[in-house]
């Protein structure tokens, strides 16, 4: 019997890169990590076969490709996902190249850097008739004084550029509160020739989400809404705990824009539902596998994954009915979220225990696959002395303490 196509993932990612590996993994399909970490929590999996040290991000360009395309031809033209933006964007400007040894979905490089820079996503979607926040990319301080006459505190602050924002404030997103400190996290990033980051009104109400896949013709082969129930960090950040509810107006909004611009692959994007207008706008489209992605599972268990997977290597993708309420938690993100709500005075422990009721998957933890949870708490450990280093960078070069910081994005 042939073995299946294998299936490599580039740049893993805390939970994301070990979903990925456990989801292909039970269908039989060996899986690899590529990565330039040291740690991640996948590549301990038992469904991961090994572990390639190719590090595309902070080595040089032509060794990286060199190896990489090596790789593919050792291990017969695998499935290749990468589930970080610079992972995607390095793909899809490396494709001509990675088609030969590689399977892979394959938008267009100059919409994947587009849709990967918040500003220049905002633009488009506005282009494309999908609301969005109103925000700015200041080049000057009066450049933010003339935001502040028509945003109200408080002010999202979102990295355009999130490695030079990181290096220069210690974090990827902030919530600034007064104008203090929203001119303090300025002075930090402030770069007139080439800004790094953008303001963005606070727009109050529920966040929803997108999790799908597009074909060659931009079609929607499979895709489920749902809807953050906490996030961490608490105002900002990735979704902690999660549930997938359908919403007929997200799912428009979005397979008319992808269509609009011709999107082809994995898409993971995220709405906010303005109480004020009941308009839903964009804030984030990732055009890649997205950490939560499993939160989405269908009622047979297909997911953006296996979508890709069958898509990659000719096979049919059977239909799949989305399960109302289905909720999914990633156990360190919401527990460090509930403390801080809970010291917050924003959530009780009687109401934290209650919204655990109905989850029915585990982003770390998994009975058939035990080692890996066993093993995330190095992970978070190397996280966490990764933020206090760039924070400490952060405030020397500032001489000031840095607001909250979102060390996880």
Known sequence: MTEPVPAAILRSGHHGGLAIARSLGRMGVPVYGVDGARWEPALSS???????????????????????????????????????????????????????????????????????????????????????????????????????????????????????????????????????ELFQLYSRAEDRQEPCFLLQEFIPGEDWMFDGYFDQNSRCLFGVTGKKIRRFPVNTGVTSLGICLDNEAVHKITRDFMRAIGYQGILDIGYRRDSRTGQYKVLDVNPRIGCTFRLFAAENDMDVARVLYLDMTGQPVAPAQA?????????????????????RGALSVRDWIRSLRGVQELACFAVDDPVPFLLMGVADCSELWRWFRCRRRARARAFSPAPEVNWTA
């Open 46 to 180: 038992r469904y991961c076969r090994g572990r390639f040290k190719i590090d595309i991000e902070g080595g040089p360009d032509g060794e990286s490709l060199r190896h990489l395309l090596d790789l593919g031809e050792r291990l017969g033209r695998p499935v290749l996902i990468p589930a970080t933006d610079a992972g995607a964007i390095w793909v899809a400007e490396h494709a001509e190249d990675l088609r030969r040894a590689y399977r892979f979905a394959a938008p267009d490089a100059h919409l994947v850097r587009t849709l990967c820079d918040k500003s220049r996503m905002q633009e488009l979607a506005a282009r494309s008739g999908v609301p969005t926040a109103l925000s700015l990319v200041p080049r000057s301080k009066s450049d933010v004084e003339r935001f502040l006459e028509t945003a109200a505190f408080p002010i999202v602050v979102k990295a355009t550029d999130a490695g030079r924002f990181r290096q220069r404030t210690g974090g990827t997103k902030f919530l600034a509160h007064s104008r203090s």
């Open 323 to 343: 399960v109302e309420g289905r909720k999914w938690l990633v156990e360190d993100f919401d527990l460090f979220s509930a403390w801080r709500s809970w010291r």
